[in-house]
């Protein structure tokens, strides 16, 4: 319990200490103008309050993945609380904090028009592609999900394909009409039911005297069943993505940039925002060891239960909460997985009317976008399951190698701080790099399966490259500037 309570600490007081650091490098404008305001179309640009920003982006990062991804992950053992605090609080808040407060500052761009913006028009071109690939990935994915899900809970004739029809339908008004409209109604609700559930899981911990086995005392080495087989780096860190660092949750950042009133409000939304994300993974991953009775007995639970964590949610919060908390249980793994479907496809229109030039104010021009965002998603979820999810997560965190380069060259130009992007940039390219190359060819990421050490070079090379071409750029940046004065 202590070192749960010591890790929750932490989380808060680096919102507040190293938040606030970030929030100076970035040298936010309380009185500057933002797109809510100065291009407010009452569609995707409409200015709506702080506390509902904050809910709708926290429901737009987290969905089930703070809860899922920190369940698998808290397999590995006690490093898994440590990459959950620290990859929060130095890489996924300042990932996702820089990615909304840029956006805000170039009136509300969509992440390829940030990307190309810094990095270039061809890197923008890859960038498109790529993050278009993925939020069609998210549609498909959390469809399909939720979909089978209230099929196994509704008469026999309410099939999985007719609940498919049905939320697609819902994805499809989210995405045309206004944001404050759909969106801006039901996000706050939902986005308080999840953090509600967290609290309430977290209070019976604290208050009932859980024993929650963290294993710190007998050192930090891999409890994971599979062993030497599934490294803690990348395997782990791979595996605990939205309660760390998501490159999804920067195609979301630009959509709430779009709503924020004032600049000030930018490390409460979006540096706040991923810090609660982790805030719930922390208090599921103790949960989880707690619940089942430590590492491998949360491992024999998991194996027992075809490696579904939406069964163990369910069982922790009848057990801990009652009807109630078997009511949020339902709640979450269904509503919480549609909100983050709905919210792709909306970003995704945004990104794909950004890159073509399509003004989005009439419903035609907005309906001309989505039917074939619409169409190529249905075609999706007719593929393999394990196939789609073999790649969501690599092209995850992959995207917040985009992400995080462009952000430092946007800070080294604006002669700001840029070690705090470029750090977590290195250790991303250095992860994302290695965990391709190492990652068994059948596996549930298709990679290419070379031994440990050599992936872990590659990964250290493809690092190195990177930093080069950034100190590079940088060095002729500052040769220009000093000419040109």
Same mark, same amino acid.
């Given at each position: 319990?202590?070192?749960?309570?010591?890790?929750?600490?932490?989380?808060?007081?680096?919102?507040?200490?190293?938040?606030?650091? *970030?929030?100076?490098?970035?040298?936010?404008?309380?009185?500057?103008?933002?797109?809510?305001?100065?291009?407010?179309?009452?569609?995707?640009?409409?200015?709506?309050?702080?506390?509902?920003?904050?809910?709708?982006?926290?429901?737009?990062?987290?969905?089930?993945?703070?809860?899922?991804?920190?369940?698998?992950?808290?397999?590995?053992?006690?490093?898994?609380?440590?990459?959950?605090?620290?990859?929060?609080?130095?890489?996924?808040?300042?990932?996702?904090?820089?990615?909304?407060?840029?956006?805000?500052?170039?009136?509300?761009?969509?992440?390829?028009?940030?990307?190309?913006?810094?990095?270039?028009?061809?890197?923008?071109?890859?960038?498109?592609?790529?993050?278009?690939?993925?939020?069609?990935?998210?549609?498909?994915?959390?469809?399909?999900?939720?979909?089978?899900?209230?099929?196994?809970?509704?008469?026999?004739?309410?099939?999985?394909?007719?609940?498919? !029809?049905?939320?697609?339908?819902?994805?499809?008004?989210?995405?045309?009409?206004?944001?404050?409209?759909?969106?801006?109604?039901?996000?706050?609700?939902?986005?308080?039911?999840?953090?509600?559930?967290?609290?309430?899981?977290?209070?019976?911990?604290?208050?009932?005297?859980?024993?929650?086995?963290?294993?710190?005392?007998?050192?930090?080495?891999?409890?994971?069943?599979?062993?030497?087989?599934?490294?803690?780096?990348?395997?782990?860190?791979?595996?605990?993505?939205?309660?760390? !660092?998501?490159?999804?949750?920067?195609?979301?950042?630009?959509?709430?940039?779009?709503?924020?009133?004032?600049?000030?409000?930018?490390?409460?939304?979006?540096?706040?925002?991923?810090?609660?994300?982790?805030?719930?993974?922390?208090?599921?991953?103790?949960?989880?060891?707690?619940?089942?009775?430590?590492?491998?007995?949360?491992?024999?639970?998991?194996?027992?239960?075809?490696?579904?964590?939406?069964?163990?949610?369910?069982?922790?919060?009848?057990?801990?909460?009652?009807?109630?908390?078997?009511?949020?249980?339902?709640?979450?793994?269904?509503?919480?997985?549609?909100?983050?479907?709905?919210?792709?496809?909306?970003?995704?229109?945004?990104?794909?009317?950004?890159?073509?030039?399509?003004?989005?104010?009439?419903?035609?021009?907005?309906?001309?976008?989505?039917?074939?965002?619409?169409?190529?998603?249905?075609?999706? !979820?007719?593929?393999?399951?394990?196939?789609?999810?073999?790649?969501?997560?690599?092209?995850?965190?992959?995207?917040?190698?985009?992400?995080?380069?462009?952000?430092?060259?946007?800070?080294?130009?604006?002669?700001?701080?840029?070690?705090?992007?470029? !750090?977590?940039?290195?250790?991303?390219?250095?992860?994302?790099?290695?965990?391709?190359?190492?990652?068994?060819?059948?596996?549930?990421?298709?990679?290419?399966?070379?031994?440990? *050490?050599?992936?872990?070079?590659?990964?250290?090379?493809?690092?190195? *490259?990177?930093?080069?071409?950034?100190?590079?750029?940088?060095?002729?940046?500052?040769?220009?500037?000093? *000419?040109?004065?």
């Amino acid at each position: 319990m202590i070192s749960f309570l010591v890790a929750l600490v932490a989380l808060i007081l680096g919102y507040f200490i190293y938040g606030g650091l *970030v929030e100076k490098v970035f040298r936010t404008e309380p009185g500057r103008p933002t797109p809510a305001t100065t291009m407010a179309d009452g569609i995707d640009y409409v200015a709506m309050p702080t506390w509902k920003v904050y809910l709708i982006q926290f429901l737009n990062i987290a969905g089930v993945g703070p809860i899922f991804g920190a369940i698998m992950g808290v397999m590995y053992g006690p490093a898994a609380f440590l990459w959950i605090v620290f990859g929060t609080i130095f890489a996924g808040a300042v990932h996702d904090f820089m990615s909304g407060m840029i956006s805000l500052r170039l009136g509300g761009k969509s992440l390829p028009e940030i990307v190309g913006s810094e990095l270039g028009k061809k890197i923008k071109i890859v960038m498109s592609v790529f993050t278009c690939v993925l939020l069609v990935m998210v549609i498909a994915v959390f469809v399909r999900t939720p979909a089978n899900l209230l099929a196994t809970l509704t008469p026999e004739h309410l099939h999985t394909t007719f609940w498919a !029809i049905c939320i697609f339908g819902y994805y499809i008004l989210a995405t045309l009409l206004p944001v404050d409209k759909v969106i801006g109604n039901l996000y706050p609700v939902f986005g308080f039911a999840l953090l509600f559930m967290a609290v309430g899981i977290m209070g019976y911990m604290i208050f009932n005297g859980v024993d929650i086995p963290d294993g710190f005392s007998e050192g930090l080495f891999n409890r994971h069943p599979a062993g030497e087989a599934a490294p803690i780096f990348p395997m782990m860190c791979i595996s605990i993505a939205c309660g760390a !660092i998501s490159g999804f949750h920067a195609t979301q950042s630009p959509m709430m940039a779009r709503c924020l009133t004032n600049e000030k409000h930018g490390r409460k939304v979006f540096y706040g925002a991923m810090v609660s994300e982790g805030i719930v993974a922390l208090i599921w991953a103790a949960a989880a060891i707690a619940f089942t009775g430590g590492y491998g007995r949360l491992a024999e639970y998991m194996s027992s239960h075809g490696q579904d964590a939406g069964i163990l949610v369910h069982e922790v919060c009848v057990n801990w909460l009652g009807t109630f908390g078997g009511i949020l249980a339902i709640l979450g793994v269904i509503a919480a997985p549609i909100t983050t479907g709905d919210t792709a496809m909306r970003s995704l229109r945004l990104i794909v009317a950004d890159s073509l030039g399509i003004d989005q104010k009439k419903f035609v021009k907005r309906l001309l976008v989505t039917l074939p965002i619409v169409g190529l998603s249905y075609v999706l !979820i007719n593929v393999n399951f394990d196939i789609l999810w073999r790649y969501f997560a690599w092209c995850n965190q992959t995207l917040s190698i985009f992400t995080l380069w462009a952000c430092s060259v946007y800070l080294a130009r604006n002669r700001k701080a840029y070690l705090i992007t470029m !750090i977590p940039a290195m250790f991303m390219t250095a992860l994302c790099v290695t965990f391709i190359c190492y990652a068994p060819m059948g596996s549930y990421v298709e990679g290419v399966g070379l031994p440990l *050490v050599y992936s872990e070079v590659f990964g250290v090379l493809a690092m190195t *490259v990177c930093t080069l071409f950034f100190i590079k750029w940088r060095k002729g940046m500052e040769a220009t500037t000093s *000419v040109a004065a």
